[in-house]
Nanobody, 122 residues
Framework: QVHLVESGGGLVQAGDSLRLSCAAS????????MRWYRQAPGKQRELVAT???????NYVDSVKDRFTISRDNAKNTVSLQMNSLKPEDTAVYYC????????????????WGQGTQVTVSS
C-alpha cells in the first residue's frame, strides 16, 4: 500500500557530505513523524533523526550539528543532509514513516524503506 524508496548513499571520504532522500508513495492520506535510522555491521539499528509533520526535529547526539533532516509534505519526501562525515557514520541508512492511509484514517501504520549504504573511508 505504501512504498518508501531511499536514494543518495555511496562511498565518500571523511569530511565529505552526502544527501539522502526518501520518497513515499501509495495510498497516503497524511504522514506524521518521518525518521532516519542506521545500522552498522554487528550493531543494533539506531535512530538518527526525527522530523514531525510540523517540522520539529530531533537528533541523536553523535550527529547533532552535522546532520540536518528536512521534509516536503507536498511531495511526501524526507531528506538527510550529512556533513562532516566520519568513518563511524558508516552504516545502512533506513527511512521510516508513520503513515495514515486513505483506506483507513483512524490509524497510522509504520513503513520502512529498503535501506541505502553509506560508507565513509578514513
Amino acid at each position: 500500500q505504501v512504498h518508501l524508496v531511499e536514494s543518495g548513499g555511496g562511498l565518500v571520504q571523511a569530511g565529505d557530505s552526502l544527501r539522502l532522500s526518501c520518497a513515499a508513495s501509495g495510498s497516503i492520506f497524511s504522514i506524521n513523524d518521518m525518521r532516519w535510522y542506521r545500522q552498522a555491521p554487528g550493531k543494533q539499528r539506531e535512530l538518527v533523526a526525527t522530523i514531525t509533520n510540523s517540522g520539529s526535529t530531533n537528533y541523536v547526539d553523535s550527529v547533532k550539528d552535522r546532520f540536518t533532516i528536512s521534509r516536503d509534505n507536498a511531495k511526501n519526501t524526507v531528506s538527510l543532509q550529512m556533513n562532516s562525515l566520519k568513518p563511524e557514520d558508516t552504516a545502512v541508512y533506513y527511512c521510516n514513516a508513520e503513515v495514515v492511509l486513505t483506506t483507513d484514517i483512524r490509524y497510522q501504520y509504520e513503513y520502512w524503506g529498503q535501506g541505502t549504504q553509506v560508507t565513509v573511508s578514513s
